[in-house]
């Protein structure tokens, strides 16, 4: 079993490099962007037995800083 | 005054951080992520800036699961001293020792400089040697330095006068220029400056020294 694991920072956090890619877009010509967030995307190998349970209990442990970020956990 | 240093892999300001201790007169070891324990009788635990493991998924998130880090905690529980600097304080957040978390810099550059910081507390045994109120020059050399804290541990860290240090001319973004907070029981300093590179009349100045020697005063009187 795979498992996707999205981490974003949270709404109400700044972004700066997500700021900064929204400008470089500006600049290439791309005016129609309002907003961007970066976040990053974990992928785990699980072995057989591994639930969904225990991908969260990753993220709250070590995957995301839950100060600050949220994540999702997609089963593949 | 017994201090240890943590070393990490990719931790830089170790060395430097065990030389102002022993500046001010400390018996310093150090130790070593794998280790399980701290020396016995060790007052203070230093946890020093660099890059541990290579700031792999978030700057300090792999040393926070550290087995030294376990014996650091269970030692600040017990109302042992730390001092977290810059990568340090990024581990203690992430530790949850200290409250909050340190996000990229606002302008998105690492800045390597030295910053003036007023100093908003001398109650502790890290800052009674400074006046609250008092400008001190203390470098800072980080990326991820922009202090982040929800609205209600804000107002916590404000009203017990938690509040370490404040930047003069915020340099990184970080929410009300917090640039160091102490733990509730005020025995816990995390700061992204870095006082042990002030500690040196011929290495950047001297406005750090007054930190090491308090904590010198302090713990080698208890």
Redesign the interface.
Known sequence: MKARVHVM?KNG??D??GE?VRHALGALGFDGVTGVRQGKVIELDLADGATETDVAEMCE???A?T??ESYQVEIL | MRAAVVVFPGSNCDRDLAVAFSAAGAEVTMVWHKDNTLPEGVDIVGIPGGFSYGDY??CG?IAA?SPICRAVKAHADRGGYVLGVCNGFQVL??TGIL???L??????KYICKTVDLKVETNQSAFTEGYDSGQVIGIPVAHHDG?Y???PATLAALNDQDRVAFRYVDNPN?AVEDIAGILSENRRVLGMMPHPERAADAGHGGTDGSAMFRGLAGALTAA
């Open positions: 920072l956090v700044l700066p490099q900064a442990k070590l995957l800083n100060v600050i | 998924l978030r998130a699961q957040t992430e409250p909050g978390a996000l990229r810099n606002s302008g998105l922009n982040f804290a929800d973004g």
